[in-house]
């Protein structure tokens, strides 16, 4: 069974250009997680969805960053424009049902914004 | 509000020793969720463990067991016999149940196994 896919895995951009980062979740799970790892500030989660809608964007660090769910697959992480201090590891997750069943990761997107 | 605090920042063992990760989580709730991740260099979040708040039997997985206490609110994990593919950061993290709730992760244990 393919775990939850994530592309670029690795995205070196500018500051100021827009950055893209997509999720595939598993097939068959409801909700889906988008994190956030540095070194100074750990795994933050940014974002999550229950059957494709948002329920807690209380993470997400301004308005420069959007994601969306349009179907049961794939989930968008956008950054508008990006700053350096965007440079980071994203991670998405999904699970089954949120708060109950595990997590599944992904391997993660490696962003560094020059 | 929930809190699971890692209060071990980094262990270093030599090959072989027995090595036990500490996690206390804070939550009113009486139904919750107890999860351990493993972070190995390669960066990748493996899942290790979920225990619910009304299981409180240990549990032994070939090297790796957890000992999940509620009078302490505590669910340690211990390696037994350390290898250096055990090298890694492991989390500990708790989610109180609820279809929107969320999990909360602690700050994770950076654990180093020396040859």
């Known amino acids: 069974d393919a775990g939850v896919i994530q592309s670029p895995r690795h995205e070196v951009t500018e500051m100021g250009q827009e950055v893209t980062l997509r999720c595939k979740p598993i097939s068959g799970h409801n909700s889906l997680f988008w994190y956030r790892q540095t070194m100074m500030r750990g795994l933050e989660l940014l974002i999550y969805?229950?059957?494709?809608?948002?329920?807690?964007d209380s993470g997400m660090p301004e308005d420069r960053f959007s994601a969306k769910m349009p179907n049961a697959s794939f989930s968008t992480l956008k950054i508008q424009p990006s700053e350096p201090r965007d440079s980071a590891v994203y991670f998405c997750a999904s699970s089954q049902l949120a708060g109950v069943s595990e997590q599944f990761f992904g391997p993660g997107t490696r962003l560094t914004v020059l | 509000a929930q809190k699971v605090t890692q209060a071990q920042t980094e262990i270093s063992v030599v090959e072989k020793e027995d090595v036990t990760l500490d996690c206390v989580y804070e939550?009113?709730?009486?139904?919750?969720?107890l999860f351990w991740y493993k972070q190995p260099p390669s960066g990748e979040l493996v899942f290790l463990i979920r225990r619910n708040s009304f299981d409180e039997q240990n549990e032994i997985s070939g090297r790796y067991s957890w000992n999940f206490q509620k009078s302490t609110s505590s669910f340690n994990f211990t390696i037994t016999a350390s290898q250096v593919v055990d090298s890694a950061v492991y989390f500990c993290a708790l989610s109180v149940g609820g279809a929107n709730s969320k999990l909360t992760f602690g700050k994770g244990i950076t654990l180093s196994v020396r040859p």
């Open positions: 939550t009113r709730d009486t139904t919750y969720y």
């Open positions: 969805f229950n059957n494709n809608v948002p329920i807690d």
